[in-house]
């Protein structure tokens, strides 16, 4: 669907953002906050970027996923192109990706053949309507009163200080009880509702070609968040160029196991209105296509 995976790497880069200032907006006095909402409402203005990404889940201190990075995006041109590597399931795939009009291209290196996902009508619309959701300003502010309502009063947790290049950074760092329980319910019955989807979901993703059921264990009770630690790095100019994010959950498969989830994120941000996305021309290349019904499992993942 046209500017899904640019959207999804919006998303992603300035989510961490949307957190932290959904989860103080309570706390208009704070300084680390009206420096988090001012960074994210600039944020939104964003024309072009890359994005410097590691991403790992881990399980009892075993990695089950893993992937590293660097994606050029330009919103106004509706480009997307990036390097990334991935390593799941004893697979290890080095992938050049680029996203421009309504195309989605794969391409894996030592391999001369290209990918194709020409996306229908059926998920233009779905992306249609997402984005329109987005764009409304009634559920902008309905999503924000339910994150407070969920996250409670936690301004007095932020920190914030002073860099020595002049750059303000912004951390929460929780544990324990200092966790709302209304955030570790939704935590709960999401990782629930996730893991019974993916029980009807086929195995294999015919893109990556990784088993998508060994990437994450099927937790099943005694859910919880175990740790939460967010920082951000705003600089002189109210942008968001770094932002790192752990998370630690605990609970129970099915069989009682005991399982302690590690999922990390960092993400390093530059060429700030300045990035232009690689394109590829196809003329004369081996091209693949691919019906976008057939991995509608493994683009939901």
């Given at each position: 669907m046209r500017k899904k995976l640019?959207?999804?790497?919006?998303?992603?880069?300035?989510?961490?953002?949307?957190?932290?200032?959904?989860?103080?907006?309570?706390?208009?006095?704070?300084?680390?906050?009206?420096?988090?909402k001012d960074a994210w409402k600039n944020s939104q203005n964003l024309k072009s970027f890359t994005a410097d990404l590691k991403f790992s889940v881990d399980d009892n201190g075993k990695n089950l996923l893993s992937a590293q990075g660097s994606i050029?995006?330009?919103?106004?041109?509706?480009?997307?192109?990036?390097?990334?590597?991935?390593?799941?399931?004893?697979?290890?795939?080095?992938?050049?990706?680029?996203?421009?009009?309504?195309?989605?291209?794969?391409?894996e290196e030592n391999k001369e053949e290209y990918q194709v996902i020409s996306h229908d009508e059926k998920h233009k619309n779905r992306f249609r309507k997402h984005h329109e959701m987005e764009s409304n300003k009634d559920m902008s502010e309905i999503h924000e009163f339910l994150m407070d309502t969920l996250v409670g009063n936690l301004k007095n947790q932020i920190q914030s200080q002073k860099t020595n290049t002049g750059s303000n950074k912004v951390e929460l760092d929780l544990s324990g009880s200092q966790i709302p329980a209304p955030l570790n319910t939704l935590i709960s019955l999401g990782?629930?509702?996730?893991?019974?989807?993916?029980?009807?979901?086929?195995?294999?993703?015919?893109?990556?070609?990784?088993?998508?059921?060994?990437?994450?264990?099927?937790?099943?009770?005694?859910?919880?968040?175990?740790?939460?630690?967010?920082?951000?790095?705003?600089?002189?100019?109210?942008f968001v160029e770094k932002t790192s994010a752990t998370f630690i959950i605990t609970g129970k498969d099915a069989q009682g196991k005991k399982h302690e989830i590690k999922i990390s994120l960092n993400i390093n941000l530059s060429g700030i209105n300045s990035t232009t996305p690689d394109t590829i021309d196809l003329t004369g290349k081996k091209v693949i296509n691919i019906d976008p019904s057939k991995i509608g499992h493994c683009d939901s993942f």
């Open positions: 640019l959207v999804t790497c919006l998303a992603v880069s300035l989510g961490i953002v949307l957190l932290f200032t959904s989860a103080f907006a309570g706390a208009t006095s704070n300084a680390g906050y009206d420096l988090l050029k995006a330009s919103k106004d041109k509706e480009l997307m192109s990036g390097k990334l590597n991935i390593a799941a399931d004893d697979v290890k795939k080095a992938l050049d990706v680029y996203c421009g009009e309504d195309k989605f291209i794969i391409k990782i629930k509702n996730k893991g019974e989807k993916h029980k009807e979901m086929q195995k294999d993703c015919p893109i990556l070609g990784i088993d998508l059921s060994k990437t994450h264990p099927e937790l099943e009770k005694d859910i919880r968040i175990a740790k939460i630690n967010l920082s951000a790095e705003i600089n002189k100019e109210s």
